[in-house]
C-alpha cells in the first residue's frame, strides 16, 4: 500500500478529519437530515468527513436513469438510481459505512443500487454486516448497496464502464489522495455526456514543502495531499475539464495543535462545494451568444430558484442572460427538462464578461 495512504489510515485508528479541522457553515440538507434521523441512535455520530455534496434529482422518482460515483478516503462507493456512489469508511463499528453513501442509498430508494467500493477487504466484511440493519431502518426489504474491494483511482475495476455514469459525488476524496489527476481522469471517463462532477473539498493556498508533507500530523490529518487550488484548476483541465464552477466556499480552521504547528505561517485552508459537467461545448472561457435560459421551478425541493454557482441562481419563470457554458450546464444535463433555453450558437458576441472565466484564490 502506499506509504501516504497508510500513515493516513494509522492515524485514523486515533483521530477522524473533525479532529483536526473545524469548518464553517456545513449542515446537512433537509433531506440528509431526515434520512440520518432514521437510523437506530448508535449509528448516527459517524461523521468523518464534512461535507454533504447531494446535488438535487438522485432520488428515485429523477426523470433521468440517474447512475453516480461518489468518493471519500477509505471507502469509494458507486451508486445508482441503479446508481454509483463513493464515501469515507467509519471508525464507528455499529455503522462502517459513511454518511454521505447511508443516505444517498435512501435517495435513490429501494430500487436503486449502490456499488461500495473499499480498498480494505477486512471493511468490506464488517460494512457486508451492518448494511442489512441500515436497509430496515430505511424500510427497504433488503439492502441496495453491493461492496467491492478496490480504490478509486481505478474504477474499471468495479466494472464501471466509459461513458456509463450520470452523476460522481466526492466528499473530501480528491483532496485525499496522491493520485489526483488518475482520480479526475477516472471520474471524466465514467461519466456520460452531459454527466455531473459534484463535490465538496478542503483547498490550500499554496503548494506544501516536502518536510511540512512529511509530518505525521500533517500526513495523518489528511492536509498533506490537499491541493492547492490553482493546481486543482491545471489537473481538472487535464482530465477534460474546461470550465468549472463553485457552489459556496467555507472557512477552515486547522485546530489540533500539531497539524497547526507543522503548516506554517501563511498556509491557509478553504472548503469548497465544487460542480463540473462533462460536455463538448464548454471552453475554457464563458463566451456570449445572446443565449437566456429560463427554470421552471419543477426540482424537487428547489421550488423558487436553482443555484447552478455561486454567482447563477435561476428564479423561478424569470429569463437569465447566461454564456455559452452555463447553458451547456443546464440544458445538456439531467437538469434540461426543467430549463427552457432561448437562442444558440450561431453569433459570437465575445467573452461573457465575469462568468466563471477567473478562478477564485484562497486568500492567505
Known sequence: ??????????YYEEKKLGDIISIEGLEPSA??????????EDMRENKMLPGYPLPPMVEEHSPADVKAVAGGLGREYVLQVEGRVVER????????????????????GESGKIIAIEGCARDVGK????????????GFAKSNVHFVNTTIEDLSAAGIADGSVDVVIANCAVSHSPFKLKVLSEVYRVLKEGGEFYEFDVFCNRRL????????????????????????????????????????FHAVEVTDEAAAKAKGEGTTYEGRYVRAVK??????????????ATYDGKIAGCP??????????????????????????VADTRYGAHFKVDGNLRHHYGAFGKCGNVERIVEG
Open 1 to 10: 500500500m502506499n506509504e501516504i495512504m497508510q500513515t493516513i489510515r494509522d
Open 31 to 40: 433531506e440528509a437530515a431526515e434520512a440520518l434521523a432514521l437510523l437506530p
Open 89 to 108: 469508511s467509519s471508525k464507528n463499528p455499529k455503522m462502517p459505512t459513511g454518511d454521505i453513501e447511508v443516505v444517498a442509498s435512501k435517495l435513490v
Open 127 to 138: 460494512a457486508n454486516e451492518a448494511k442489512e440493519q441500515i436497509a430496515q431502518a430505511f
Open 209 to 248: 514543502d516536502p518536510e511540512q508533507k512529511a509530518d505525521p500530523a500533517i500526513a495523518g490529518g489528511l492536509l498533506a495531499e490537499t491541493g492547492y487550488d490553482q493546481d486543482f484548476r491545471r489537473t481538472m483541465r487535464k482530465a477534460g475539464w474546461e470550465n468549472f464552477r463553485h457552489m459556496s
Open 279 to 292: 460536455s463538448r461545448v464548454i471552453e475554457d472561457l464563458c463566451e456570449q451568444y445572446g443565449q437566456y
Open 304 to 329: 423558487d430558484y436553482f443555484d447552478l454557482d455561486d454567482h447563477h441562481r435561476f428564479f423561478t419563470d424569470e429569463p437569465m442572460s447566461v454564456c455559452s457554458n452555463s447553458c451547456s450546464m
